[in-house]
């Protein structure tokens, strides 16, 4: 009675060839993250030392460190969230605490997706366009991360909403028929419930906004300065432009400092990757209802 | 008290929601002025989408972006060719078929594959990439469609991945279930449940991989050789619409012609990047709907 | 109006019912809909101080929907329409412009039991805050009142910094009720409290409930019929969207009724 029919057999062969073959296919996918990061690690570690990430570019580029580089990126990084997490954060409330279902909450949503998918270059003309010539700002560590605040502004919604969203909606009733208003609510628990989510979102925002080099390159980036910048209105080098020029517009550099660039950028990346990740591992273990 | 400062919050909040519409016209009405005078002036529409003569600064100027869009079609298309099988297989066996630590593992990959910058993706492409290429199949230049297009098609794989897979964990277990119970094998229950019922959104995820690569700046600045030419083969080197803007802003002079072009490709870019997303949108809500 | 002629249960020396004020809730040609389907329609009744008003009736009969409407949860409901008119202490809850003034004044338990994620202190403190009370002292003591009115008081007292949402589903509802009596309010609405607590802390709670109608009004929906019999001076009995009867508890129970589907789901025929 329960034995296997030949057609058993036959669709059983079948999956086992689908598995095989979609396992295949999705290590094709994730091999060359692993060459990637293996290949930079063997050509660029020899160039890695305190000298290295503590001084600046001498010879024309062609030797020295990337200090300067390494500082522009943290401003710059500061800079774009100190713009676009209290914006971020507050669309995030309105579209999960508040929004109702209209046409105006879908053009918001439609309007997020498109500044996700809006290449990183059209970015760099908006910033060029509006920070550098119409707000006057210059070339500048703000034009820049402002730019880069506008094109990682969806990262940090799209994070904040969904932790927002996790919080049961069994607890804002029960606030509300205690009397507490919708922004005592948010305030004393939807917010402190979500806040690490909101904070792996953060991380992730970081890590983007560290890598990115087309919206910076005519908005705030230079090849080279010899002074740290002191304020927001300075212009900076900075990690990933550095990489780019480098590799493309210097000349006669050591490929083995190339490849430190390099390094040290993609470890800035993946570390905040890292973080965020453990974090949302940990939050995960975290029940707290 | 509390009722005002929960006006004042909800004001303040909802100027936060609107800012998203605020930004994308902003973007449309910043590049849209300053390419204005261009696209009144010396575009012509004929020249643009039919020669390949892009010449900003010569004497004489001609603005074919032909070449351009080939390239960047080109590059993507070969990114697509690669990725959309890889892509969708990835998301069919993490969702389907990897349980526990392997598919937590896979999804971690995924992610890190989304994270590399672009800047670092260019330069592999020219420092790792190029000469094996030169070796592998004997060419003179490895900065080329080929090239480009791996690269590109590794870029777009996450984001393709990621959201084919929540299309397709979305198909509700019941169904399966139900499937399941009737003898078939989850290879059957694969094909003729889940991926009916989550076709709109795989080609959602189809759609937005297909944005992302063809809205790629820097490494496909760096990695497809940059010449304006019309590619016959994927060993050919090519030009994308983003690296034009991207090489040659620099050098502009500030509303002048040169400058206004380089901005008029920006739109170009722009409403593509806008309809393919509108698209991946309606088509993701028509599976809501149902 | 009043039908029963001011029958009070002062024999065991608990205040009753005050019949010959006017109303502390008047009802008047109320009518619920979600989305366009109606849930309720045509309800007029009163309500008055110091009564414990039991509504009684199968599901879908709309009883939950006449609490939602009495707190204004139709704000936050989406698709929820209220016709008709509900007065307060003779004001419309629809004039209420600020409606969390009026959510303060009026405690609420509904079947699910809700924990908030703050700890079970925090929880009962809760709304004492947001009235602006600050002093640890003062907190301290309405906690451990409103905790022990609820009969909670003895198995948490030793872990008031644990979380609220981590107690079991019969902590969590008897902490629901601590939270609601923390509001001090004026009327208290509860709905099906007893699904989640077992039969001895429902005891318990029935009566604490006696008690507390010497300080309260009290709306009792439930779908233990014996429940109301045992609680409600006045019970009402909802089916499918109305108001079938209205009456005291003990007429209802005795068969002295209008309408003879109210003695047929009380006998348990229908339900």
């Known amino acids: 009675m329960f034995t296997a029919t030949r057609l058993n057999r036959r669709s059983y062969r079948t999956e086992s060839v689908a598995k095989a073959v979609f396992c295949l296919m999705t290590v094709v996918l994730v091999i060359p993250v692993l060459l990637i990061v293996g290949t930079l690690v063997v050509k660029g570690a020899p160039a890695i030392s305190w000298e290295f990430l503590f001084t600046a570019p001498t010879d024309n580029m062609t030797a020295g460190g990337i200090f300067p580089a390494l500082i522009g990126t943290v401003w710059l990084v500061v800079v774009a969230l100190l713009a676009s997490v209290p914006v971020g954060v507050a669309a995030a409330v309105y579209l999960s605490e508040y929004a109702p279902d209209n046409l105006l909450t879908r053009t918001i949503n439609l309007a997020i997706i498109n500044l996700a998918g809006v290449p990183s270059i059209v970015h760099a003309l908006f910033g060029f366009g509006a920070f550098v010539l119409f707000f006057d700002m210059g070339p500048s560590i703000l034009a820049a991360s402002l730019t880069l605040a506008v094109m990682t ?72 300065v010899a002074f740290l910048p002191g304020g927001v209105l300075d212009q900076t080098m900075a990690m990933s432009y550095h990489l780019y020029y480098i590799a493309t517009q210097a000349t006669d550099v050591p490929e083995e400092l190339t490849f430190g660039v390099a390094l040290v950028l993609i470890a800035i990346v993946l570390a905040m990757n890292a973080v965020s990740i453990a974090f949302r591992v940990y939050l995960r273990g975290l029940k707290k209802w | 008290m509390a009722w005002y400062v929960d006006r004042v919050a909800r004001v ?41 003569a892009w010449r900003p600064t010569s004497n004489n100027p001609t603005y074919g972006a032909l070449a351009l869009i080939v390239g960047t079609a080109s590059v993507t298309g070969f990114a697509m060719l690669l990725s959309v099988p ?66 590109l098609g590794l870029m777009a794989a996450p984001i393709m991945t990621t959201i084919a897979e929540d299309a397709l964990k979305a198909v509700p277990d019941t169904y399966r ?18 991926i009916p019922a989550s076709r709109n959104g795989l080609l959602a995820a189809v759609l937005l991989g297909v944005g992302r690569g063809f809205g790629e700046t820097m490494a496909v600045l760096m990695a497809s050789g940059h010449a304006i030419n019309l590619p016959t083969s994927p060993f050919d080197s090519v030009r994308a619409l983003t690296a034009t803007i991207a090489a040659e802003l620099g050098d502009t002079v500030k509303g002048g012609a040169h400058w206004g072009s380089l901005f008029t490709l920006g739109i170009l870019l722009f409403v593509v990047t806008f309809v393919i997303n509108l698209t991946a949108d309606i088509v993701v809500r028509g599976i809501r709907k149902k | ?174 902490l629901t009720i601590a939270r609601a009596l923390s509001q001090e309010p004026e009327l208290l609405l509860l ?73 047929g789901y009380i006998e348990g025929r229908f339900g």
């Open chain 2, 12 to 52: 303040l909040v909802f100027a936060g929601g609107i800012s998203a519409i605020v930004f994308i016209v902003g973007i449309f009405v910043f590049i849209t002025k300053e390419g204005l005078d261009f696209v009144l002036g010396p575009l012509s529409l004929g020249e643009f989408f039919t020669s390949i």
């Open chain 1, 153 to 224: 502004l969806p990262v940090v919604i799209v994070a904040t909403r969904e932790s927002l969203q996790a919080v049961p909606q069994a607890f804002r009733e029960a606030c509300w028929n205690m009397g507490a208003t919708r922004w005592q609510t948010i305030r004393k628990v939807v917010l402190p419930n979500s806040i690490s989510g909101i904070l792996t979102g953060v991380i992730l925002e970081v890590s983007r906004t560290a890598g990115e080099t087309a919206p910076i390159m005519f908005t705030g980036a230079t090849a080279f």
């Open chain 2, 86 to 151: 890889l892509s969708l297989g990835a998301a069919l066996f993490i969702a389907e078929f990897a349980t526990g630590r392997t598919r937590e593992t896979l999804k971690v990959l995924v992610e890190m594959l989304a994270a590399i910058p672009s800047v670092v993706w260019g330069f592999i492409g020219m420092s790792i990439m190029n000469p094996l290429i030169i070796r592998t199949f004997d060419v003179p230049v490895g900065l080329n469609v080929l090239n480009a297009g791996l690269i």
């Open chain 2, 177 to 194: 279930e139900a499937a399941e119970a009737l003898g078939a094998t989850r290879w059957e229950v694969i094909v003729k449940v889940v």
């Open chain 3, 1 to 174: 109006m009043v039908d029963t002629a001011a029958r009070t249960t002062a024999a065991n020396g608990v205040p009753g019912p005050v019949y010959d004020e006017p109303p502390i809730i008047e009802v008047r040609g109320l009518s619920i809909a979600y989305g366009g389907k109606p849930a309720l329609q045509g309800v007029n009744l009163d309500i008055y101080r110091h009564e414990i008003f039991g509504i009684i009736g199968p599901a879908n009969s709309g009883k939950t929907s006449f609490l939602r409407a009495l707190n204004r949860m139709d704000a936050f409901t989406t698709g929820m329409k209220v016709g008709g008119a509900i007065r307060i202490n003779g004001k419309d809850v629809s004039d209420w412009r600020n409606e969390y003034a009026l959510r303060s004044r009026i405690g609420v338990v509904f079947p699910l039991p809700v924990g908030l994620p703050l700890t079970v202190y925090d929880n009962v403190a809760f709304s004492p805050r947001l009235r602006g009370i600050r002093k640890k002292a003062q907190l301290d003591e309405v906690v451990e009142r409103c905790l022990t009115r609820a009969a909670l008081w003895d198995e948490v007292k030793d872990r008031l910094d644990s979380l609220g949402s981590l107690l079991s589903g019969g902590q969590q509802q008897r």
């Open chain 3, 191 to 263: 709905d099906e409290f007893s699904i989640a607590v077992d039969p001895v802390t429902t005891m318990r709670i029935e009566d604490v409930l006696k008690e507390l109608r010497s300080e309260l009004t009290i709306v009792l929906v439930t779908n233990l019929v014996q429940q109301a019999r045992r609680l409600a001076d006045r019970t009402a009995f909802f089916l499918m969207g109305e108001l079938v009867e209205i009456g005291a508890t003990e007429d209802l129970f005795e068969g002295k009724v209008k309408d003879k589907r109210t003695t």
